[in-house]
């Protein structure tokens, strides 16, 4: 009697018989104890038809089941940090139950979304990028802010950036951000001037570091009378390292920046309230710090990316790390001088040369800026506080 069907048949047919013949003589019948056929004509009895199904096997009791107050625990923690699965929970939170428990706890609440199916991979590509060298390849991308639902009315109300540019080492997943309100190719420019800059300051080896980028118009530039292109590339190129770009709409090769786009959307976009930009920008910090120092990576055996530099490259300073998102709107002006604003083209900055600042300089007061004066009365450099940084002049980020 292997069909539910024909189980519930047989029961009907011993009860029709004990009603007519009696139990015993239907027990010897149907080859069964006289108990058996008591029992379902009892509950024919009590409950007609209905009673011939079979009850649930399940345990009345469980002395191990988990207990109210950590169910409501996970609970509340789910609610609160929407983006965090079963193990995430447990090990963060060190809550006392297993993750089994917590899966079934989430899916009992109705608290877990089925995902999207990925299409199968012919390689296993985490496997192969795991045997990459430490800062072999970074990706650069931009991400549209406009599009979220929940960013949106507070970048209308605060003017909060629209634009976000994203450059993520793809062995170890450091994460390094810039913001803006265009996505121009200036500001690209700007952006991977202070990366190269500031990886350069810590010891990277600029000359095999190779930038990914695909092809928007913000990244590839544009041709001069030589057919060589300026712009990202040229800055690039100037510190001694590699453009290299994806074939047009093959996106699975920025795999590495595209997810922590979709990462720092549900961790981030999606649950903070902003009061001013000043307060976005410290949020933004800390995020960021807390991504490259804390945040482990369940794709990278649950390390965050500073336990992969450390492992790979032991000396490595913790000053890799500290460059904080940087507001292009912000530092755009005192990055460059004022004869290198009048040489640049539209949109463009120019090729990036250095020259340590005049031996007898005066300082004098403009509003928030201090605009440095060769002694020939020429400006040579607008900086915010006389701060030198990387190498550069760079404003202290004072909020607008």
Known sequence: MKGKADKYDLRLRIVKCAKQHGVKPTARLFDTTPRTVRKWLRRYQ????????????????????TEASVERKVVALRKQYPFKGAKRLKREHRLPCSHEAIGRILNEHGLIKKRR?????????????????????ISVDTKDLKDIPHYWPQMKSLHLPKYQFTAREVRSGLMYLGFAQQKSAYNACLFIQILCNHLNHCGINMKNLKFQTDNGSEFIGCFRQDRTRDGFEKTVEGFGATHKRIPPRAW???????????????????LENFEHIKDFHQRLASYQAWYNLVRANMNKNCKSPWQIVRKIKPKMKIELVR?????????????????????????????????????????????????????SGRPQRQVSGQRRYRGLFLPEFRYP
């Open 323 to 375: 460059l904080p998102p940087i507001m292009l709107d912000w530092v755009g002006p005192d990055y460059i001088t004022r004869e290198e604003l009048a040489m640049r083209g539209y949109d463009l900055p120019c090729y990036p040369f250095f020259q340590p600042p005049p031996k007898k300089v005066h300082v004098m007061k403009r509003g928030r800026f201090y605009a440095a004066i060769s002694a």
């Open 46 to 65: 009590q409950e007609r038809l209905a009673g011939l199904n079979e009850l649930p096997r399940i345990p009345l009791t469980c002395p191990h089941k």
């Open 117 to 137: 199916k990925k299409h199968k991979r012919k390689k296993d590509l985490a496997a192969m990028k795991a045997k990459w060298p430490l800062f072999g390849q």
């Open 252 to 270: 699975s090769y920025n795999s590495d920046v595209e997810t922590v786009h979709n990462t720092i959307e549900r961790e981030f976009y999606d």
